[in-house]
């Protein structure tokens, strides 16, 4: 069920989460399924609603930069100085978590915890109303794109759950993900804050987000799954040269950035802006209006390869592996 979130619906969404119910709800990266983090049976809800496989950790929201610390296991001065330039933003930082007030589940049994402060109003007022932290991974199921708007969340995840709708959403894909647990911070999601702006605070923070990992072979970010983001369709990533060549069957759908060429005989072409951000954040919403089309395949004009466009590129390459 969608609800527009007002008030009214915000406070009852807070009422389902305190009792361990799922509520989906709106972050200004992409929407979330929550369920209160403290809860192994809440959280639960989360894996089987997305099946989601238990050894993919989810990440854990709270409404303030001092609530999420109290969840970190003596929080490092690295974590303070990450914490207190990005939050509330689009940054998870993995820590040593206090075990005690995080579900096993969301952990999936490890001893760290993805901690967020999340910016959207709707997201922080639900979390402060809810007075508990959530966990909560992206509200679609496992593997496929991620949703941006309320109608992307009920596609995904069916009628039954309670969906805020507080509109698209302002990034469009996933937060940045550093892990702060071991001696050396890395970057193991490239996302909406740019490993740039992490290293004006952090000099020293690695780049192992590149690294994707195949199937079936173990992980640090679980997230580095090769296929991830991928709508239930093959995308192919093709450069910009390749693109009036690309064979087409008529019933391809098209991504491509304002100003490229497409073949006449494409059956459904989303344009996106020609900057990241705003590219970013049409990205999903034009993978689903394509899904839902119909179309047998999509083809994507590849990006530059500019370090401005590389957690875009990053969602694309994940996208099109199979
Ligand atoms: O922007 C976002 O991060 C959105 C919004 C809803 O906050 N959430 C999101 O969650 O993208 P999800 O579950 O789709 O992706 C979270 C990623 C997964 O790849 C997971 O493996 C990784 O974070 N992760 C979570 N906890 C972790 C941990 N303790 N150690 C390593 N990776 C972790
Ligand atoms: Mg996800």
């Excluded at 989601?52 to 970190?72: K, M």
């Excluded at 593997?143 to 969340?153: D, K, L």
């Excluded at 780049?207 to 296929?227: C, L, T």
Aim: glycine fraction near 8%; charge should be negative.
């Amino acid at each position: 069920m969608i609800l527009l979130a007002d008030e009214r619906a915000i406070e009852r969404a807070a009422s389902a989460l305190r009792r361990g119910e799922l509520v989906a709800f709106p972050t200004e990266t992409v929407y979330g399924l929550g369920a209160r983090a403290d809860d192994d049976d809440a959280v639960e809800r989360i894996y089987a609603a997305k099946g989601r496989p238990a050894e993919n950790p989810t990440i854990v929201h709270a409404s303030s930069a001092d609530e999420a610390f109290e969840l970190a296991a003596e929080p490092s001065d690295l974590v303070l100085a990450l914490g207190a330039a990005f939050w509330p933003g689009p940054l998870t930082l993995v820590v040593p978590a206090e075990l005690a007030r995080v579900s096993a589940i969301a952990r999936a049994g490890g001893e760290t915890v993805g901690l967020r402060v999340p910016a959207h109003p709707v997201a922080r007022a639900l979390l402060e109303r809810a007075g508990l932290p959530i966990a909560a991974p992206s509200a679609n199921r496992s593997t496929a794109i991620s949703p941006t708007t309320a109608e992307h969340v009920k596609k995904s995840l069916g009628a039954s759950i309670l969906i805020l709708d507080g509109g698209p959403t302002g990034f469009g894909i996933e937060s940045t993900i550093v892990d702060v647990a071991g001696p050396i911070p890395v970057v193991l999601r490239r996302g909406s804050i740019s490993i740039e702006a992490l290293r004006r605070v952090v000099p020293s923070i690695v780049d192992r987000s590149e690294i994707v990992v195949a199937p079936g072979q173990p992980s640090r970010a679980p997230g580095a799954m090769a296929k991830h983001y991928a709508p239930s369709v093959p995308l192919l990533l093709v450069s910009a040269s390749e693109m009036g060549s690309v064979e087409s069957a008529g019933t391809k759908g098209f991504v491509i950035r304002a100003g490229t060429r497409v073949p006449a005989d494409s059956m459904a072409c989303e344009t996106l802006p020609e900057d990241p951000e705003g590219y970013a954040q049409g990205l999903y919403a034009a993978l689903h209006r394509l899904e839902d089309a119909g179309v047998d395949a999509i083809v994507v004009a590849a990006p530059p390869t500019e370090d401005r466009w590389s957690a875009i590129l990053d969602r694309l390459t994940r996208a099109s592996a199979r």
